[in-house]
């Protein structure tokens, strides 16, 4: 049975609540494989790919494009790594100088594929991918193809790459796309199985991808209530990589589901200073406000709100309609995202944006969207919840509410707060909930 298929254990989802779910760049090309001449095909391989690969022999001096590709995709690995784009900009001239010689001119348009897609040039990146898919056909350009069209909303597709992907390469990289599709088609379940596996095909001597395994594992885990499970697998992240800036934030948020703000806040404070992203930084700013840092955590709001209109707008227009303030600003910024992206989570932030501006129509329009896939996760239900409930569907807004109450630990602190209210709104009891059910 194809990973990709529905298992037969199937569960509802109950998804990782963060606006800009992570897909980190799993397919780094093969060290082995990477400057593959045109028309070559790819070995099949059982494993992932290492850093150096199996069959590199390294007391042997590395070709000069080799060298120069190695330096592509550290600039990249730069940027995930501190959020500077700069580094974004020199891949991007390391990519140019490749794409010259037609002996490595695929590495640098998969090169190139990658920074498009991590700076949200998605029209540009697919047009990169499908010709790098059509032309050379390698795991790693079916498994970019993919990423794109999953972030365009284009699961179908997305999948097909994917299984591509899966036939050249099993390994890692399929491995853990296949976990993040059944995580949105609300396998979860399946999707702790497949990712465990990438976990298990990667390799200690390339420990980033493992370490990123293991952390998205263990937010499954905790999703499902297996607190102790969540745990192990993420301190088994920070053993093979220490300091691993998504294994602290995920550890973070396992601690702050626990309502363990104090132990949450030195992990967020160390992720959000090796990633500042937005959607870690407004992490970190609830919890500062759940710890009584009041003042620190109103400059940190600043800060990040500044940089987040250009960096992760999407983030920022939850934030701003979470908050309440300047949801015409939020609505704004929701729907130039999709101008670009139209996956399920682009769709739930115009929503949750029109909803806070008092354009319910538009607000059930895409939520009904983002609920296409089957998604169900803790920031999706409380939306939808509320924008059914000011639509009169009492009985809908009922469900959401309980599915939302049933994941409430997977909420931001800002998120729960709004939930509560609605909760006691409705007039349903909420007292202890979250200590009794856990």
């Avoid at 959000?272 to 109103?298: H, I, M, N, Q, V």
């Avoid at 908050?323 to 682009?346: H, I, M, P």
């Avoid at 997977?410 to 729960?416: I, R």
Wanted: aromatic share 6%; net charge neutral.
């Amino acid at each position: 049975m194809s990973l990709f298929s529905k298992p037969s254990t199937y569960c509802v989802l109950t998804a990782i609540a963060s606006a800009g779910a992570f897909m980190l760049i799993l397919n780094r090309p093969n060290e082995t494989s990477q400057s593959q001449t045109q028309g070559s095909q790819p070995a099949r391989a059982t494993s992932a790919p290492a850093s150096p690969g199996p069959d590199v022999v390294t007391d042997v001096k590395p070709q000069p494009s080799r060298t120069l590709e190695n330096q592509g995709w550290q600039h990249i690995a730069d940027a995930r790594a501190t959020g500077n784009s700069s580094h974004y900009r020199d891949a991007l001239r390391v990519a140019g100088q490749l794409e010259e010689s037609d002996e490595t001119r695929f590495a640098g348009l998969l090169l190139r594929g990658h920074v498009l897609h991590q700076t949200h040039r998605f029209a540009e990146a697919r047009a990169v991918a499908e010709s790098l898919a059509t032309e050379r056909g390698m795991h790693t350009d079916h498994g970019l193809l993919g990423d794109v069209l999953l972030d365009m909303g284009e699961v179908n597709s997305a999948i097909a790459a994917y299984e591509k992907q899966m036939a050249l390469r099993p390994g890692l990289e399929a491995y853990a796309r296949a976990a993040q599709v059944r995580w949105l088609k609300g396998q979860t379940s399946g999707a702790i199985e497949a990712m465990a596996m990438a976990a298990r095909s990667g390799s200690k001597r390339n420990p980033e991808p493992v370490a990123w395994t293991l952390s998205m594992l263990a937010l499954y885990q905790f999703q499902t209530g297996a607190d102790a499970e969540a745990l192990a697998s993420v301190d088994a992240a920070l053993r093979l990589s220490p300091g691993h800036p998504r294994a602290l934030v995920a550890k973070a948020r396992i601690e702050m589901g626990r309502g363990r703000f104090s132990e949450a806040l030195p992990l967020l404070n160390e992720g959000a200073a090796k990633l500042p992203e937005p959607a870690t930084l407004w992490l970190l700013t609830d919890c500062l406000k759940a710890t009584g840092e009041e003042a620190r955590a109103d400059r940190m709001q600043a800060g990040w709100i500044k940089r987040a209109a250009k960096e992760d707008p999407r983030t920022l227009a939850l934030y701003l309609a979470t908050a309440g303030d300047d949801s015409a600003q939020a609505l704004r910024l929701a729907k130039a995202e999709l101008d670009v992206r139209q996956d399920v989570f682009t769709h739930d932030a115009v929503a949750w944006a029109a909803f806070a501006a008092g354009d319910l129509k538009l607000a059930s329009q895409h939520i009904a969207l983002a609920l296409g896939e089957g998604t169900e996760d803790a920031r999706l239900c409380l939306h939808a919840g509320m924008i059914a409930r000011a639509s009169n569907n009492r009985a809908a807004a009922d469900r959401f509410f309980d599915q939302a109450r049933e994941l409430r630990h997977m909420l931001f602190p800002a998120e729960q707060i709004r939930l509560d209210q609605a909760i006691a709104d409705a007039g349903q009891s909420f007292t202890n909930f979250n200590q009794t059910k856990r």
